[in-house]
């Protein structure tokens, strides 16, 4: 039997570039390999305050956007987290069992913080990590496709998955990260040294999914670059490095190649090429993004979430069972 994977992203910000050669185009590869569960975790979402009417926009949107880079319902599941109520319900249990030195530490809460103040931060936030857990184990998850920064949370995973077992009887599988190391990091346009955000102050940092060519165009412009005039792959010059990352993921040439094409060139001439080469990856996407109607993508999540809702119940109630809980 093939493995099973579960990976999702929050319906808010702006799905950038990144997070699609970082995550997504990964997850279109390994459907085929793995029996794939993918969701919109909106409950991750409300962790900070959202608007409703935008949160129920940015909802559809993600879920084309799965569908446009090529998950395909037929191999995969997907479907809205707040459509399976047992994430919730599991993420409490955790909750019981997670410490609070463990949240404390978690990297991506502190930088949020960083952010908004402790005094303003909620307990949704600091305990992001508890329902990310659920996400994973509620499927008995094997492999969990993310991105260097969240290898903390599946480690977390991991452990009260153990803590779990240890004192209630095997129940959980303990889930192992799957990381590929090309491409999941693209950094931002404004900053090399931080990771493209979604949740970006500036519209400069990222390259949205649904961006028109003019905006496209304006960005790679002012991105920034390093030093010097010479188109070389370096990690003395990380904005020059960014750029030529993005362009060898989407061209699908290589970090020499495009150093020998742009040879005796400059920054000027690699910008303008390079915005195009983005263009040319995003058009026919938006295309397909456009040809999905909201109504046939809901279609699609009430499908998905009916087909995963008997694997949530069934874990949920062996959890339930195993700590004392009268079914």
């Known amino acids: 039997m093939k493995q099973r994977i579960f990976s999702g992203v929050q319906p808010s910000g702006n799905l950038h570039i990144g997070n699609y050669l970082g995550a997504i185009k990964n997850w279109v590869e390994l459907q085929d390999e793995y029996e794939s569960i993918f969701c919109v975790v909106d409950l991750h979402a409300i962790t900070v305050p959202q608007d409703p009417e935008t949160l129920r926009k940015k909802t559809i949107e993600i879920a084309k956007i799965y569908l446009a880079a090529g998950i395909d319902p037929e191999k995969s599941s997907i479907f809205i987290q707040s459509h399976v109520p047992e994430h919730a319900e599991l993420a409490w249990i955790l909750n019981t069992i997670a410490k609070i030195p463990e949240l404390e530490k978690m990297t991506q809460f502190k930088d949020k913080l960083q952010k908004e103040s402790r005094e303003s931060a909620s307990v949704g936030l600091f305990d992001y990590p508890a329902l990310m857990a659920a996400d994973i184990l509620l499927y008995n998850t094997q492999t969990v496709p993310v991105g260097e920064d969240q290898i903390q949370h599946i480690e977390l995973t991991r452990t009260l998955a153990k803590r779990f077992n240890h004192r209630f009887g095997d129940t959980f599988i ?123 993508v809901l279609e699609i999540l009430k499908q998905g979430a009916e087909k995963v809702r008997p694997l949530a119940k069934q874990k949920l109630d062996e959890v339930k069972k195993k700590i004392g809980f009268v079914l």
């Open 174 to 296: 303990i889930p192992e990260p799957f990381v590929r190391k090309e491409g999941m990091r693209i950094m931002g346009l404004d900053d090399p040294i931080k990771k493209m955000s979604k949740s970006a102050k500036s519209e400069y940092n990222y390259i949205s999914l649904i961006d028109s060519e003019e905006t496209v165009r304006r960005k790679i412009k002012k991105a920034v670059t390093d030093s010097g005039t010479e188109i070389v792959y370096s990690d003395d010059k990380p904005a020059l490095k960014n750029l030529i990352n993005i362009y060898s993921l989407l061209s699908e040439k290589s970090s020499k190649e495009i150093e020998q094409m742009y040879a005796g060139k400059g920054y000027a001439d690699f910008k303008n090429d390079l915005a195009e080469v983005i263009i040319n990856f995003l058009k026919p996407f938006q295309e397909k993004i456009n040809a999905l109607s909201d109504e046939k």
